[in-house]
């Protein structure tokens, strides 16, 4: 009978769609960002799972910082993006040219999230910070240390998914190696999904999932090691793609 | 102590307090520039005043209201630069009032005049100032995070325009009140060289505003004082405080 042999197959769909829906932590969908009468994203559609490491790569005014503000509600757009239901979102900016204006030391900075002192030397630890350090003026961290700063503020009431936009300039190498390498220790102990930018496609292989490159359109998207050609590099970076190239091919 | 130090003293030393609170939160590069026009644009507000006998204050206000709607205004319209539209803005209100202020009473607008202040006056300013300090208290933590990134401040859940609104509001307030002691010309001073100061020598936030507050509230205390023995006018005198201190904080800064 029809019916019969149909049956289960209607259920796992159904299974599979309610698992679908749970995992699901952010839908995008023919996005479309227009700032100063400038197109800066154009039609632009991916999915992010829970559990995900999307990088988002691209050259430099390719719209990637644009894309995570506009994911934060900061920036007006066409499209849709729908994020999970209640889903907590933890920012780590590029940089905060106007902090040092004002003395800070590491509590003060933490205090403006409404941090309290033990929870703020929690999460430091957590960022490999050692007690002592919350009393330090911000204006006196390396470039690598504040940036940790940011992600430890970021963290503050454990939110489920981090969005991190990498510095271009002014983080030295070794510093850069301590972020990532925090950044998936910080990925396993807390299940977090994360959405970043970055410039460097060895972060890209080791580390993510998924890579969505944007040039202001969606040049590629799926598992790196997929959709990372000689072809799409070039195609998404131009002249700059035989510097990758020789390191990774 | 004479009945009229004994009213301009509690004034000075809470308008003093007051703007030296405000200021540390306006010493973030972008509000810098801020402080200094507003004050020259309470000339015009100031001269009407001085001309139909009222108190400057009173004038002062809506001109500083007006001239903050202005530039808004015109941020939207043109895109220039906050601080272009500003000198437009400031420099018509300092030319408006030079057509038509007799020049007798040109210094108490420019250098203000705190020495005649009255009994009702000092009573005004005191509660103005100390309601001033409780709202900047209760927002100050939010404006601090709005002035390093706006986006972490809306991504907070912070509604900018709001605060923003609120802390013109306070800025037009202090402005109104500096004028009456040191006068549209040096009212940015009253705000600006406190904070500027504090900063010299804190390491924590709460070092910085309430060193700015306490560091107004001294000279302003001191320049009064100072000026009743030397009869010299005293707005120049909290200014000059102002700026000694200054000094002395960069010997110890850290």
Redesign the interface.
């Known amino acids: 009978m029809p019916c019969w042999s149909y049956k289960p197959g209607v259920i796992n769909i159904n299974i599979q769609e309610k698992n679908k829906e749970k995992d699901f932590i952010l839908k995008v969908k023919n996005l479309n960002v227009r700032l100063d009468n400038q197109n800066i994203i154009e039609n632009l559609s991916f999915q992010v799972k829970r559990g995900d490491v999307v990088t988002i790569l691209g050259p430099n005014g390719a719209g990637k910082t644009v894309l995570l503000r506009t994911l934060l509600g900061l920036l007006p757009h066409e499209g849709e993006i729908e994020w999970n239901s209640n889903i907590k979102i933890g920012y780590v900016p590029q940089r905060l040219p106007f902090i040092k204006d004002i003395p800070l030391s590491v509590n003060d900075f933490f205090k403006l999230k409404k941090s309290s002192e033990k929870e703020t030397n929690k999460i430091l630890n957590s960022v490999g910070f050692r007690e002592n350090f919350i009393k330090k003026k911000i204006g006196d961290l390396s470039s690598g240390q504040f940036q940790r700063i940011l992600i430890a503020w970021a963290l503050i009431r454990n939110p489920e998914v981090l969005l991190f936009d990498e510095p271009t300039t002014g983080i030295d190498i070794s510093g850069e190696e301590t972020v990532y390498n925090l950044l998936a220790k910080l990925k396993q102990e807390r299940n977090l999904t994360m959405l970043l930018v970055t410039h460097d496609l060895s972060v890209v292989y080791k580390f993510s999932t998924d890579v969505i490159c944007l040039n202001k359109h969606l040049m590629c998207y799926g598992p790196p090691r997929e959709v990372l050609t000689p072809e799409s590099l070039r195609e998404l970076f131009g002249e700059e793609v035989k510097y990758y190239k020789h390191k990774h091919y | 102590m004479g009945i009229q130090l004994s009213l301009s003293l509690p004034a000075g030393i809470f308008i003093g307090g007051a703007a030296g609170y405000l200021g540390?939160l306006m010493?973030?590069?972008?509000m810098a520039l801020v402080a200094g026009p507003l004050g020259h644009l309470t000339l015009p507000g100031i001269a009407l005043a001085l001309l139909y006998d009222f108190n400057v204050s009173l004038g002062a206000f809506p001109f500083v209201i007006l001239g903050i709607v202005l530039i808004w205004l015109f941020e939207i319209r043109t895109k220039l630069p906050i601080e272009a539209l500003t000198a437009i803005v400031f420099s018509s209100g300092v030319a408006i009032t030079f057509l038509f202020l007799p020049v007798e009473q040109a210094e108490s607008a420019l250098v203000g005049d705190i020495s005649r202040v009255t009994f009702w006056e000092t009573v005004v300013s005191v509660i103005v100032a100390l309601f001033l300090f409780l709202v900047l208290k209760k927002i100050y933590?939010e404006m601090?995070?709005i002035?390093?990134?706006e986006?972490?401040a809306?991504?907070?859940g912070i509604s900018v325009k709001k605060y923003n609104l609120v802390y013109l509001v306070l800025i037009a307030t202090i402005v109104a009140l500096g004028v009456k002691m040191v006068g549209g010309l040096l009212t940015a001073a009253l705000v600006a060289i406190p904070a500027s100061a504090a900063?010299n020598i804190?390491?924590?936030?709460?070092?910085?505003a309430f060193g700015a507050m306490i560091i107004g509230a001294i000279s302003s205390s001191f320049g009064i004082l100072l000026a009743e023995i030397s009869e010299l006018p005293a707005g120049p005198l909290i200014i000059l405080i102002n700026a000694f201190i200054f000094l002395i904080s960069i010997i110890f800064k850290r």
Not at chain 2, 27 to 30: G, Q
């Open positions: 540390s010493l973030s590069k972008r933590l601090v995070l002035n390093i990134s986006d972490l809306k991504s907070e900063r804190s390491g924590k936030l709460a070092h910085y």
